[in-house]
């Protein structure tokens, strides 16, 4: 039995209220690579994030912070997402992501390499939601930048 668009939503709203209340890789990490701070200036929400660099692998990951409960929710998403990838494949996450929230359509490879965080693509039915969704990727570039800086 194929489920439908409202079993589908369901879902997918079980997955981020899953990851706002009980959100991955949030501990501390005693000596990051790389550490930054996004704010979304329009409504507060605020992410920290700290990565652990193996060469160009993101071989550890934490994310905190606080706010809305997409942007928290994103951010425990993505850091499950991320982690093990190699800096090119989490800009390529990051980009495939964008492009969801944009509106793009998926294709079953896109899907498949979001994976949880398909949850996410009912906000872009809110446009100034996507702003909360996007915070944590737009770190993660930054963390990244500054970690490629710091070699």
Request: with cysteine; glycine share 8%; hydrophobic share 40%.
């Amino acid at each position: 039995m194929q489920k439908g668009l409202g079993d589908l939503d369901e879902l997918y709203q079980e997955v981020l209220l899953d990851h706002y209340r009980n959100p991955r890789n949030t501990g501390r990490l005693d000596d990051p690579a790389s550490e930054v701070d996004a704010v979304n200036p329009f409504c507060g929400d605020e992410i920290h994030m700290q990565l652990g660099m193996d060469g160009d692998t993101l071989s550890r990951i934490s994310v905190t912070g606080q706010g809305c409960s997409i942007s928290q929710a994103a951010g425990s998403l993505l850091s499950e997402l991320v982690e093990g990838k190699t800096s090119e494949e989490a800009r390529e996450l990051r980009e495939l992501f964008r492009g969801m929230m944009m509106g793009e359509e998926l294709s079953d490879d896109v899907a498949d390499r979001l994976d949880d965080n398909l949850a996410l693509q009912g906000v872009r039915r809110f446009p100034v939601r996507i702003k909360c969704a996007l915070l944590s990727w737009s770190a993660l570039i930054d963390a990244l930048d500054k970690a490629a800086t710091a070699e």
